[in-house]
């Protein structure tokens, strides 16, 4: 076994890149085969196999009389050795559907194109058998009905049969398989009583022509048996004593492969009492001239010496019986074939695509096809010698195979084997010859034309020929897409109820006048024939519906078994039903101990009543371990013919419950931990922006120190030479006035001076100098007003760095900072400057930080300024002259001790989102370099903080803006 250990997928191995290929291509696109027959529907089709001697041994025994047991007793014997060969190769590759073929392959995997011609060889064997059988039932239906005067549509009944076996076979295998077996059984047993009876009779009955023929007369009347007639007749003898190997054909989806196996063993010996016991009947029993090759004729005349009156009835039976059976398995066999082949990759993947309920789409619509073809040669003899050749040659090949294999644990006998190939190969060219070489030809030609059809198959576009058009097909309808199959199924029965009616009424009409053995032929061919036809209406109608139906209980029996959670039936009563493997783990009592008790007893919180209970609710139970569970319970009512149950589902929720806990424990402690997590970090921003403030504030203050350090020392500095220069003016300008007097004096006493002296003065202009230097004298004491002005606003501006609040006038610093922004005021070229409208209210001295309020007053002012400038550039210069930018500083107190500065504007205005962020730190709208975000955010400081007082804005986009800033004084 292990030398032989060949997958069953032959392209793994095969020395064919290609072949390889085309085998993974092939399983990627086919569906698994799901084990649905039984060993009896196995059985059943395995000994369906013996019945084809009913179609050749009549034939043989009118051509070659006692001489034809010379060639079954041969083909017995190998018949033997190859169903027990068989059945190893089954033991080896359990697997593997279609059976004798694809061992075939298996065994000549190194040769793809002979292993593949023999399948489709044996193929065509038993795709022959349908049409040959409908041929066979069609004149036994003739000749029963001629002599009643009854005419019968040939062709019709020829492919009515040639279809009935189809038409069932497309619901699925089960049915098939069932029907098969009904009828197999008792045909087996009539066939195996015609044997033993008959031979029993020959060899006991009184009036028995003697067991042995007489004295050797009818063997020395008839010409000896040469080679090439045994030849041609052993060559038909194959197409029925080899056929008896077709249960290896269905190990592949049988439920117990091993138990289909042994059918081999089993047909193996029944060869014996069939072919060679109903063989010698035949010889003994059927020899009247009149009889010829008719089946019917030779089986009666063979069967009434020990039947009697019952011969024909039987006869007739074991024919219809034969054909029907072997059709309904050839039906079976062949897509398996077909199957195998494809998903091993020696055909087009199409062919390996079945259904959940075992319906070979693909396969059986190819066998439909051949089968007709056949029919349309519609001669027995020609259908089975061409369909025989290539059958011969797949059994020449097996024998190559074995022989090839010697030496392996699974091979039998290889040198039998290859002696077997030798004396087939003999028998193929010799016996084919003798029948007639252009079936030979036809024959040996079939097969390729078959693989040429793949070939096509594999290549067209055609959505038929691709797999996915199939599996389409295959699934189950919905309701949606037929609403009214039921009407369907109803409107089809009582069609052929009422045709079934009338036909029987016409038939009984004409059967009145006719024998009682025509009688009961046409009663045993009507019967059979209305099994299968019924069948194959309740496969199309009411059948699908009840195997959905016993499918859905065997899932929901497998779900019941397999749930995780416990499931419970109780009656009405609250009483255990029954209980599935859950159950027992979740209340740690075996299921035998809980059926019979009361529910409500062990869930002690529900009502007596399950009608009472709600639909879902949490229980407590305690095991008997001692161990509380929590329970989520959910019950629901269903309709049972003699009472009513209710199911409980009862789930485990114990792990969920303490999750619950814990979760809610976890979060209450995220709900603190978060709610201190946002405390703290809503303090943290607080400090943050404090801190950046407060950096802000710092680093400002710092600056601004240092540049009112920096201009307090440059006041200082400027301001002693500056009033060294005030004082010594006055004195210059008297010094000039006594010099300007005394000139003017000598003027008048010496009006005419020397010449040189007339020249000197003319050169030095002395008449412009005494006009002019007094009047420079008082430009010079402008120019140092000027400066000591400058110098007292910048002492003023320069008080920031003071610590301590100091009562000041607030319209100093005003003006310091007017002063310092005097150049940005004044007008440039063509465009006017900037008016300072000026409404200042009696105010006292008031006490605060002058510097600081000054750096305020400068942000406020120099914001207004640009805002001007920026809403200068939008307009022309006609337009700022006629609306020239103005800002207006108002200063009043109200009652209330209250200081109010108003500084507004008339430029851009200020838009209401921009407002609400107008004082947070480092917030500007101006472009970056040009501002830092800190002014406004720092004089807002100042005010509000540092004075205790508001800052607002009142603006409009387009209307300018408002600065109010508003101090409280003190009393």
Known sequence: ???????????????????????????????????????????????????????????????????????????????????????????QWPKVSGGTPNYTTRLLKSYPGLARYAAIGYLLGWVSVPPMNAIILTDLIEATLSPLGIS????????????????????????????????????????????????????????????????????????????????????????????????????????????????????????????????????????????????????????????????????????????????????????????????????????????????????????????????????????????????????????????????????????????????????????????????????????????????????????????????????????????????????????????????????????????????????????????????????????????????????????????????????ENCVILQANPATELLFGVKNENLLGNRLNQILLDLPDVPERWPSRSEQIVTRGDGNSRFLEVAISGRNNQERQEYVVLLRDITKRKQTEVELRQALQIKEELAATATAQAQQLERTLRQLQQTQAQLIQAEKMSSLSQLVGGIAHEINNPINFIYGNIQYAKQYAQDLLYLLNLYKYYYPNPVPELQVEIEDKEVDFLVEDFPKLLDSMKVGADRIRDIVLSLRNFSRLDEAEKKRVDIHEGIESALMFLHNRLKAKGDYPGIQVIKEYGDLPKIECYAGQLNQVFMNLLCNAIDSINEYNKQRSLAEIKACQGRIAIRTFLKENNRLFIRIADNGLGIADDVQRKLFDPFFTTKPIGQGTGMGLAISYQIVVRKHGGKLHCISEPGKGAEFVIEIPICS
């Not at 081999?264 to 009889?291: H, K, R, T």
């Not at 009422?498 to 019967?527: H, M, P, Q």
């Open 1 to 91: 076994m292990v030398e032989l250990n060949i997958n069953t997928t032959y392209s793994q191995k095969s020395n064919s890149c290609a072949d390889v290929d085309k085998g993974k291509l092939n399983r990627r696109f086919s569906q698994r085969l799901e084990a649905s027959l039984s060993p009896m529907e196995s059985w059943g089709f395995g000994l369906s196999g013996l019945l084809l001697w009913l179609g050749t041994a009549p034939s043989m025994h009118a051509e070659l009389g006692p001489k034809a047991i010379f060639v079954w007793l041969p083909g017995a014997i190998v018949g033997i050795m190859l169903n027990l060969q068989i059945k190893r190769l089954g033991i």
């Open 152 to 571: 019968c549509p040939v062709t019709l009944l020829r492919i009515g049969f040639t279809l009935l076996p189809f038409l069932v076979a497309f619901s699925g295998t089960r049915a098939l398989g069932i029907l098969h077996s009904c009828f197999v059984f008792p045909a087996i047993g009539l066939l195996l009583a015609f044997g033993i009876q008959g031979i029993g009779w020959l060899s006991l009955a009184s009036d028995s022509p003697g067991f042995f023929p007489s004295s050797g007369l009818e063997i020395q009347n008839l010409p000896p048996l040469n080679f090439v007639e045994w030849a041609k007749w052993f060559f038909i003898a194959v197409y029925a004593v080899y056929g008896c190997e077709t249960a290896s054909s269905f190990v592949a989806d049988s439920k117990n492969p091993r138990v289909t196996l042994r059918c081999l063993d089993f047909a193996a010996w029944l060869i014996v009492p069939v072919y060679l016991g109903g063989s010698w009947v035949l010889m003994q029993l059927a020899n009247a001239s009149e009889i010829g090759n008719n089946a019917f004729l030779n089986m009666v005349g063979a069967a009434k010496p020990f039947w009697g009156e019952s011969a024909s009835f039987l006869v007739t039976f074991l024919i219809a019986c034969g054909c029907l059976l072997s059709s309904a398995t050839a039906v079976s066999n062949s897509p398996r074939i077909l199957y195998q082949l494809a998903i091993d990759g020696y055909l087009s993947p199409v062919f390996g695509v079945v259904s959940r309920r075992g319906v070979f789409g693909p396969g059986l619509t190819f066998t439909l096809v051949l089968n007709l073809v056949c029919l349309m040669w519609g001669d027995v003899d020609l259908v089975v010698m061409i369909a025989g050749t290539g059958y011969l040659f797949s059994m020449l090949a097996i024998h190559l195979g074995l022989w090839l294999r010697r030496g392996k644990s699974a091979v039998l006998w290889p040198l039998w084997s290859g002696g077997f190939f030798v004396v087939e190969a003999i028998v193929l060219v010799v016996g084919g010859l003798a029948w007639d070489w252009k079936y030979l030809a036809i024959g040996l030609l079939l097969p390729i034309a078959i693989l040429a059809a793949d070939a096509a198959v594999r290549s067209l576009k055609f959505p038929p020929f691709h797999p996915s058009w199939w599996k389409e097909r295959h699934r189950p309808l919905s309701q949606e897409r037929m609403p009214d199959f039921v009407l369907v199924q109803v409107g089809v029965l009582i069609f052929l109820i009422c045709s079934a009616t009338t036909i029987g009424w016409a038939a009984r009409a004409k059967l009145d006048s006719a024998s009682v053995e025509n009688y009961t032929n046409v009663f045993v061919l009507l019967l059979l024939t209305s099994a299968f036809v019924g069948v194959a209406i309740a496969c199309w109608t009411s059948l699908p519906q009840v195997t959905s139906i016993i499918e859905a209980g065997e899932k929901a029996e497998h779900l019941f078994k397999i749930a995780l959670d416990a499931i419970i039936v109780l009656d």
